[in-house]
């Protein structure tokens, strides 16, 4: 293969999907993942470098920078990130293949979907955050009330002590509606992250199904295990009782590394 015959990194995304995760779609993607037709990997080194033009930190293919799909430069905040989504990319193999490029394709998303979209996104959280997961609890079984009490009433003591704010639960899953004071202060977080800190916090929102979970671990209150199990309560409980296939303890493992690698970007984004 001849140098012209190389992949662009301005346009090797091309190749790589950037969707968000979509639950109903799990199941089939980790079926044919090892069916996926990926380009060659076609550089010898990435590295960090910092931007020309712009504040922050670019990635360095052989030397050519890399973009996103859209052509944008893939400018980062930080060295740590930066040096981050280089070890990804050496550690490719044969291959490029988007599900060993995590953090790269939240990268992606924090540049072409969050940043032109910042207001939006901010209000999409909030709403998310009036119908929280930690909000809607079950008292029977009682084994599946314990595990919601174990995880997830100390985050809500958490966010009431730290905020001043009483939230309402409910058992059940009809609406309920929180106070404005919890929304006005959602917002005055969230409103004050960057695209790429609010990139991956939305990102874990939507996986965990809970934004204060999210918030609780950008906090540094969770860690990813504590997130995990909080997230997963009635998941594990299910397995405990009926058990866990093959087929469901794989879709739960992509599930795990997904929400692995939003830990990290947000970790990384506020270095």
Not at 73 to 99: M, R, Y
Not at 133 to 147: A, M
Not at 201 to 221: D, K
Request: aromatic share 10%; with cysteine; hydrophobic share 40%.
């Amino acid at each position: 293969m001849t140098n012209k015959d190389l992949p662009n990194p301005n346009t090797i995304f091309d190749y790589l999907p950037m969707d968000n995760i979509d639950t109903d779609r799990v199941q089939k993607d980790v079926k044919n993942q090892y069916k996926k037709k990926f380009p060659k990997k076609f550089f010898k080194l990435a590295k960090s470098a910092e931007s020309n033009s712009q504040d922050g930190y670019v990635i360095e293919l052989d030397g050519r920078i890399l973009k996103t799909p859209s052509k944008h430069k893939l400018l980062l905040p930080n060295i740590q990130l930066a040096d981050a989504l280089c070890e990804e990319w050496n550690a490719l193999g044969e291959f490029v293949n988007p599900d060993h490029l995590p953090l790269t394709k939240t990268a992606n998303s924090a540049i072409e979907k969050t940043a032109p979209n910042m207001g939006h996104i901010v209000a999409e959280m909030v709403n998310f955050g009036e119908t929280d997961l930690l909000f809607y609890q079950q008292d029977t079984p009682e084994k599946l009330y314990s595990l919601q009490m174990l995880h997830w009433h100390p985050v809500l003591l958490w966010a009431e002590n730290s905020w001043n704010v009483k939230y309402k639960t409910t058992f059940g899953i009809n609406h309920i509606k929180q106070e404005q004071k919890i929304l006005d202060h959602y917002h005055e977080l969230i409103n004050a992250m960057d695209e790429h800190q609010l990139s991956a916090l939305y990102l874990l929102t939507t996986s965990c199904g809970s934004l204060l979970l999210a918030l609780a671990f950008n906090a540094g209150i969770l860690t990813k295990e504590g997130l995990n199990k909080a997230a997963f309560v009635d998941e594990d409980w299910q397995i405990s009782q009926w058990g866990e296939d093959e087929e469901a303890q794989e879709i739960r493992n992509f599930k795990l590394a997904e929400i692995s690698s939003f830990c990290t970007y947000l970790n990384l984004a506020k270095a």
